[in-house]
């Protein structure tokens, strides 16, 4: 399963895209989305780095 970006909680920030080990944070109109194809939960990293990156809580989350 994918992460998603709740975009309601999202500050803009950007921390998400340049963390992302798989390039599948991007800004797409004025939000930023998580592709799930490309996701890959960063199982090689045993944390999300979008979730650890992001400074406001609960805002990457499991899809």
Known sequence: MAFKIVTSQCSQCGACEFVCPSGAVALK??????DPRICTECDEFGTQ???AACPMKET????
């Open 60 to 63: 990457c989350v499991p899809a």
């Open 29 to 34: 109109g004025e939000n930023y989305v998580i």
């Open 49 to 51: 780095q979008c979730a």
